[in-house]
């Protein structure tokens, strides 16, 4: 069995639709981050950073103690190692990929997104210097993504992978962004595509809502 302590993020969603995808058995535990949670002193020992998701795993591949992980990317490296899934490919020339798109949304859509949902959603003033940084990052990345997508029908290449796992969940907010699907036809193609799948539908669907 596994604990996820999560919310009803992106970053947290993610854990969840690999979780269905794997089809491991989980308990969903709610970090209300709007009620600083995450504060909790209890938490910190799963999550040094104070950040969802976090993971305990409580029948590790070894047959040891309980391992917490935190850090999306590395729970899901870590999964999808446990489970020696092709979501996660052995090798090289498939696995490379893989890594690079899921570091660009660690290091990149992650990070600016999330910046463009604070200025444009969320900050107590409007900063215009701010929205359209942010928002010009974000429409860069959509903009990468759909030249990569034009040839491809994951982000790593041919097959579905934890790199596509990882950045759907930001791409879902879409809504926010200001972006017209009419100038990403390549990343709204994979975003239904990927959006079809039930454990992806399952997934998003994580924590349920009180």
Known sequence: MIDLYTWTTPNGRKVSIMLEELGLPYRAHPINISKNEQFDPAFLKISPNNRIPAIVDHAPADGGAPISVFESGAILIY??????????????????????????????????????????????????????????????????????????????????????????????????????????????????????????QRGMDVPKPA
Do not use: C
């Open 79 to 200: 999964l999808a190692e446990k489970t020696d899934s092709p979501l996660l490919p052995k090798a090289m020339r498939q696995r490379v990929p893989v890594l690079e798109w899921t570091m660009w949304q660690m290091g990149g859509v992650g990070p600016m997104f999330g910046q463009a949902h604070h200025f444009r959603r969320m900050a107590g003033e409007k900063v215009p210097y701010g929205v359209k940084r942010y928002t010009d990052e974000t429409h860069r990345l959509y903009g990468v993504a759909d030249r990569r997508l034009a040839g491809n029908d994951y982000l790593a290449g041919a097959d579905y992978s934890i790199a596509d796992v990882i950045t759907y969940p930001w791409f879902a907010r879409w809504e926010w962004h200001g972006i017209d699907w009419a100038d990403f036809p390549n990343v709204k193609r994979w975003f239904d595509l990927v959006g079809s799948r039930p454990a992806v």
